[in-house]
C-alpha cells in the first residue's frame, strides 16, 4: 500500500480524479481479457506525456513498480499489475494528433482505439492495415507494444510494418523521441523497433507515428468447406502457391464450426473438418473478384466440399458472421478460456491442428482452433471451468504440450498476443538461453531498477516451466482492500 | 518494490466465500443479501473480460476510468460475491452511477446481461445501507404511493398542470424555492402538462369502415397517459390504422421501471402484478407500448416474479405479448401515408428500444416511409442522452455531461427535428436544446406523433374512438 504522502504527490501530477486508489477502483483495474487477476496500489490515468514522465520519476525515486497499459485487452495477462506497484492507463491519452495526407502518416496518443484511428483514416481515402480481433477496444498504445496482427496481416504485415516513430518516457522519466514522419531511415540500431513488442518491459509509449498505405476499396470473399484438415491446408498451400496474396485466409476447425453453430444456428456444415475465409481486395473490384474466383477455383480442386463466393456486401457479411462470432461463442461453452497463439511454418499447419486435437483427447477438453491459416499464426482455445478440481491441472498439461509441439513443428510460443505473465516461464525453450541473457541485458541497460512491467516476459522460476505456471498466476485471494 | 502478495495455487478457491445451496453463507453479508448475489452469480462469471464493453459504454467513454465501466463494474460485483471486497463507498457509487443503458449487453460476445445484474445491486445497497429519513421518506412517497396509484398520480399530474398554467411556477421560480430544495433540474425536468389526460377504461380504436385483423392492448403508461396522453392517442390511432381494433385496458398503471431501477423490486413487483392481472381481459392481444423503457420492463415480468409461483407462468407469458409501437407498426401492413410532410429529422435511440429491446432498423424503416420525410443520421445515436429514468437527478454530473454530448450530436447533424420514443430521452433533449440555446431552432417529437402527422393526426376522421363499452 503507498503511503498517503506518495498518493498526494500523484494527486497533484494528474488531478484528484485520475487517481483511482480505493478498494472497488483497484479491483476494477485489477484484470485483463485472461482470468488472472492482482490490483494494483493505485491506478492513474495522465492527460500529456509530461504527466507520465512526472508519474515515471517518482516511481524511480521510490523504486515503485509501473505497468504501462491501454484498454487492458492482453490476453497473455501483460495487463495485470502482478505484485501491485502503479497502473500507469493511458486510456485517456486519446488524441489522435495528425493525419497528414502527404506522408501518409498518423500521428497518435497511445490510448486512442485501434478501429477509430482506421474510421478517421477511411474518411481521407487511406488505411490502417493491422487488425487485431480486439480492435474495437484495444488501444494503438497496447498494439505496440504488444505487436499486434491481425487477419489482413498476412498481405499487409503487422504493427512494427507500420510503426516509424515514438515518443517514450524511459525508466528515470526522461522523454525519447525516435525516428519520425520517415520511411527510410537506417541511421543507427533501429531503437524504434525494440520497442515494438517489448510488452511494456523497456519504458511507457506516448506518442506514436505510424504509416498508413492507401485504402483499398473493393472487397471480394469466399468461404470454403473441407471434409478433412490436410485438403484444407493443402488448399492454403496451393494458393500461396499459385502467386496469390489474399488479404485474408482465416481457417475454422470441426470444433469451432460447431461451437459458432450452437450458438448462431446459421446451418453451418456440422460434419466439416474445416471451413476457410478467403478474401481478397484491391482498387479494382474485377481483380479482387478474380482473384477470390481463383482462391474457389483452387479450393475445389482440393476437394472442398462446397464454395460460396459472396455476390455482395450483405452475402459477405453473412460470411463473416461466423467467424466474428468464434469469440463469443467459446465464451459460452464453458466459464473460462485460455486462448493460446502459437505460430507454425505454414506447411506444418495441419499437423499443428492434428496434435492439438491428441491433446485435446489426451487431456480430456475441448479445445477450439481456428486463425490466420495463411499465416500459420493458429489460436487453440482450450475451454475449461477452473472451479471444478483438477481441471487446471490438464489445462496446463494441455497448454504446456501445445506449446511444445509447436516449437517442435518449427513454430514460436505467440504470433500476435505476447508473451505476458502466461507464456513467460516458456521463453527460454523457445528462444534459448542465449537468446533470453541478451534480452536481459537490454533490460537492464533500459531499465536497470527494474521498474518497468516486472513479473512480465522474462521467465522466473528457472530454467525449465514448472507444471503449475497457470496456478501460480495470481488471483485476489489474500487480497484485502485499505 | 512494492510488497508482493504470495501469488494464489489454489484457483478453486475463487469462488471462496460464494453462498452454495445448503453451504455457508457469505462472511460479509446477511444470507439474503447473499442470495440475491449468488442469483446472478453466472451472469458474473459470464464475463470473459474482453473489454468489448468499454467501446459503448457511456460512463466509461466520458471518463475512461475502468471503474466506470461495464467490466469493472461486473468485476467489483463478483470480488463482492466472492467475498474479497466489502461494500466500499466507492464500490457503491461506480456500481449506482451505471446508466442501466444495456448498450454492454448488446454488444457482449459472451452473454452478460448487465440490467439484472445492476438492478440486483441496487437492491443489495438498499438493504446494505438503508437511506437517511429524508430520501426514506421521498422514496416511499414516489415509489409507494404516487407511481403505485394511477388515480392519485393523474391528481398529482392535475395540480402540476394548474401550477404550470397559474402563476405558481414563475412565484416559486422567482423565489429560489428550487434551489433551497436542491429541485432546480427535477423541476426543468416536469413536462408541459396537456389539458386532457387518456384515462384507460376499456375506450376502443378502430379504422373506419374496416373490420379489424388483430386486437391490441395499449399499455398507456403514467408519464404518457398524462404529459404526453395525445402521443398515447396518435399510437392508438396508427395502431387502428394497420388494422388493429385497440383497446385501452382499465386498471392497468405503471409498469415499475423507476422501482427496478432504484433497487425497489418489491414495489415493481406490485404493479407487475396488476398490469398482469388487468390485461388478462384480453388475453389474446399484443400489449403495446409506446415508451421504450417501460416496453424494456414489461418484457422483464418474466424474470422480475421468477420466485412468485402464483404469477411466475403467467409473468412469462404476459412478456411475450408485449411489443414496442416500432416493432408492431413495423412489422404491419400500414395503408400508404396521406400527408406529405417535408422535413429533415435526426433520429435519437433510445438505450431501452435500441440494446435492451434490441430495436434498431423498425424506427428507421417508418421515418423512411413517410413520404417527403428525409433521415439523417446523427453520430453516437444509440449513446445515451443522460436521462435513463431520475438518474439525471441522482448523478447530475454524468447526466450533464452525456446531454451535452447528445446534443452537440444532434446540432451537427442539422437537423431541425430530433425523433425518439422514450419520455425520458424526449424530456432531457428538451431541457439540453433549452440550455444549448437551440430550444426554438430543434423539436424533440415522438415518432408516433410524426407518423400521425404523416396519416392527418386526429382530424383525419379516418379512426373511430368508442367510449369503454
Known amino acids: ?482 | 518494490m512494492s510488497p508482493s502478495r504470495s501469488p494464489s495455487t489454489q484457483p478453486e478457491a475463487a469462488v471462496r466465500g460464494r453462498a452454495k445451496p445448503g453451504g455457508a453463507p457469505l462472511p460479509l453479508l446477511d444470507p439474503a443479501s447473499a442470495a440475491l448475489l449468488h442469483g446472478q452469480y453466472d451472469n458474473m462469471l459470464s464475463c470473459i473480460r474482453c473489454g468489448l464493453c468499454l467501446s459503448v459504454c457511456p460512463t466509461y467513454q466520458i471518463s475512461f476510468a475502468e471503474e466506470e465501466g461495464p467490466r469493472g463494474r461486473i468485476a467489483m460485483a463478483r470480488a463482492v460475491a466472492e467475498g474479497h471486497l466489502p461494500l466500499t463507498p466507492d464500490m457503491v457509487e461506480h456500481s449506482q452511477t451505471c446508466l442501466l443503458c444495456d448498450a454492454c449487453t448488446a454488444i457482449c460476445p459472451a452473454g452478460v446481461h448487465m440490467e439484472p445484474l445492476g438492478t440486483m445491486m441496487r437492491e443489495l445497497f438498499l438493504r446494505d445501507r438503508p437511506h437517511g429519513r429524508r430520501e426514506r421518506l421521498l422514496r416511499w412517497f414516489v415509489f409507494r404511493k404516487l407511481f403505485a396509484d394511477m388515480g392519485r398520480f393523474r391528481r398529482v399530474c392535475g395540480l402540476g398542470r394548474f401550477y404550470q398554467r397559474g402563476g405558481a411556477r414563475w412565484l416559486l421560480r422567482r423565489l429560489g424555492v428550487f434551489r433551497l430544495f436542491g429541485l432546480t433540474t427535477l423541476e426543468q425536468l416536469v413536462p408541459a402538462m396537456p389539458h386532457r389526460f387518456l384515462v384507460p377504461r376499456g375506450q376502443r380504436w378502430q379504422a373506419a369502415g374496416g373490420t379489424p385483423n388483430r386486437q391490441i392492448g395499449l399499455f398507456a403508461g403514467c408519464i404518457m397517459s398524462t404529459a404526453y396522453a395525445e402521443t398515447d392517442r396518435a399510437t392508438a390511432r396508427m395502431l387502428a390504422r394497420s388494422g388493429a381494433e385497440v383497446v385501452a385496458v382499465a386498471d392497468q398503471g405503471c409498469c415499475g421501471a423507476l422501482h427496478v431501477h432504484n433497487g425497489e423490486a418489491e414495489g415493481a413487483r406490485i404493479l407487475a402484478r396488476r398490469n398482469i392481472d388487468a390485461f388478462a381481459r384480453l388475453p389474446d392481444a399484443a400489449v403495446v407500448v409506446n415508451a421504450a423503457g417501460c416496453g424494456s420492463t414489461l418484457k422483464g415480468y418474466g424474470h422480475l416474479l421468477r420466485d412468485d409461483p402464483a404469477y411466475a407462468e403467467r409473468a412469462v407469458a404476459f412478456a411475450a405479448r408485449v411489443r414496442d409501437v416500432n416493432e408492431e407498426l413495423a412489422g404491419a401492413a400500414l395503408p400508404e401515408a396521406t400527408t406529405r410532410l417535408d422535413i429533415t429529422v435526426t433520429l435519437q435511440e433510445p438505450c431501452h428500444l435500441a440494446h435492451a429491446q434490441r430495436i434498431r432498423e423498425a424506427p428507421r424503416a417508418l421515418l423512411k416511409a413517410v413520404p417527403g420525410l428525409s433521415l439523417v443520421e446523427m453520430d453516437e445515436p444509440a449513446l445515451c442522452c443522460g436521462s435513463a429514468g431520475i438518474y439525471n437527478v441522482l448523478h447530475r454530473d454524468r447526466a450533464d455531461t452525456l446531454q451535452a454530448r447528445k446534443i452537440e450530436n444532434v446540432r451537427t447533424s442539422g437537423a431541425p427535428v430530433v425523433v425518439t420514443s422514450n419520455p425520458g430521452c424526449q424530456l432531457q433533449l428538451e431541457a439540453g436544446l433549452a440550455q444549448a440555446g437551440l430550444g426554438g431552432r430543434v423539436r424533440v417529437r415522438h415518432i408516433v406523433d410524426v407518423l400521425d402527422e404523416a396519416y392527418g393526426g386526429a382530424s383525419a376522421g379516418d379512426v373511430i374512438e368508442e367510449p369503454a363499452r
Not at chain 1, 172 to 197: A, C, E, H, P, W
Not at chain 1, 433 to 443: E, F, N, S, T, Y
Request: net charge negative; aromatic share 4%; charged share 20%.
Open chain 1, 1 to 482: 500500500m503507498l503511503s498517503e504522502a506518495l498518493r498526494a504527490e500523484l494527486r497533484r501530477i494528474v488531478g484528484s480524479a485520475q487517481v483511482h486508489d480505493q478498494p472497488g477502483q483497484l479491483v476494477a483495474y485489477s484484470l485483463d481479457g485472461t482470468f488472472a487477476q492482482d490490483p494494483p496500489d493505485v491506478a492513474v490515468t495522465p492527460a500529456t506525456t509530461d504527466e507520465v514522465a512526472q508519474i515515471v520519476r517518482l516511481a524511480a525515486r521510490e523504486k515503485l513498480s509501473v505497468l504501462p497499459r491501454g484498454a487492458g485487452t492482453s490476453l497473455a495477462g501483460g495487463a495485470i499489475p502482478i505484485g501491485g506497484g502503479i497502473l500507469l492507463s493511458l486510456a485517456r491519452m486519446n488524441r489522435i494528433i495528425e493525419i497528414d495526407t502527404a506522408n501518409a502518416v498518423a500521428i497518435v496518443q497511445p490510448g486512442v482505439v485501434t478501429a477509430d484511428l482506421q474510421a478517421a483514416v477511411e474518411k481521407l481515402g487511406l488505411f490502417y492495415p493491422p487488425d487485431p480481433a480486439s480492435l474495437n477496444q484495444s488501444t494503438l498504445g497496447g498494439n505496440v507494444a504488444c505487436n499486434a496482427g491481425g487477419p489482413r496481416c498476412l498481405k499487409y504485415g503487422v504493427t512494427k510494418d507500420y510503426v516509424l516513430g515514438l515518443t517514450v518516457v524511459l525508466a528515470d522519466g526522461s522523454v525519447l523521441k525516435l525516428g519520425g514522419k520517415l520511411v527510410k531511415n537506417v541511421t543507427g540500431y533501429q531503437l524504434v523497433q525494440l520497442f515494438v513488442g517489448s510488452e511494456g518491459t523497456l519504458g511507457a509509449i506516448t506518442e506514436i507515428v505510424l504509416r498508413l498505405r492507401p485504402l483499398p476499396r473493393q472487397r471480394s470473399t469466399a468461404a470454403a468447406y473441407f471434409d478433412t484438415l490436410e485438403h484444407a491446408s493443402e488448399a492454403v498451400a496451393a494458393i500461396i502457391a499459385a502467386g496469390i496474396l489474399p488479404v485474408t485466409l482465416e481457417m475454422m476447425d470441426n470444433t469451432t464450426i460447431n461451437v459458432v453453430e450452437d450458438y448462431l444456428q446459421m446451418g453451418l456444415p456440422r460434419d466439416a473438418e474445416a471451413m476457410l475465409l478467403l478474401e481478397q481486395d484491391g482498387g479494382d473490384e474485377a481483380a479482387a473478384r478474380a482473384d477470390v474466383e481463383r482462391m474457389a477455383e483452387v479450393c475445389r480442386c482440393h476437394d472442398a466440399v462446397s464454395v460460396e463466393v459472396a455476390a455482395g456486401p450483405a452475402q459477405r457479411d453473412a460470411l463473416w458472421k461466423a467467424r466474428r462470432a468464434v469469440s463469443g461463442a467459446l465464451g459460452r461453452v464453458r466459464p473460462n478460456k485460455l486462448g493460446e497463439d502459437i505460430a507454425v511454418p505454414r506447411s506444418e499447419v495441419p499437423e499443428m491442428v492434428r496434435r492439438v486435437r491428441q491433446i485435446a483427447r489426451d487431456t480430456e477438453l475441448p479445445i477450439a482452433v481456428f486463425g490466420h491459416a495463411g499465416d500459420g499464426n493458429l489460436h487453440p482455445n482450450i475451454l475449461f471451468d477452473r472451479r471444478i478440481e483438477g481441471e487446471m491441472q490438464r489445462v496446463e498439461l494441455a497448454a504446456a504440450a501445445i506449446f511444445r509441439a509447436a516449437l517442435a513443428l518449427g513454430g514460436t510460443l505467440s504470433g500476435e498476443h505476447g508473451i505476458g505473465s502466461l507464456k513467460k516461464e516458456f521463453l527460454e525453450e523457445d528462444l534459448g538461453p542465449v537468446a533470453v541473457g541478451l534480452m536481459r541485458g537490454i533490460k537492464q541497460v533500459f531499465d536497470p531498477q527494474g521498474i518497468f512491467s516486472p513479473h512480465k516476459v522474462f521467465p522466473e522460476r528457472g530454467g525449465s516451466a514448472r507444471a503449475d505456471f497457470l496456478r501460480a498466476l495470481p488471483s485476489l485471494d489474500g487480497w484485502t482492500p485499505g
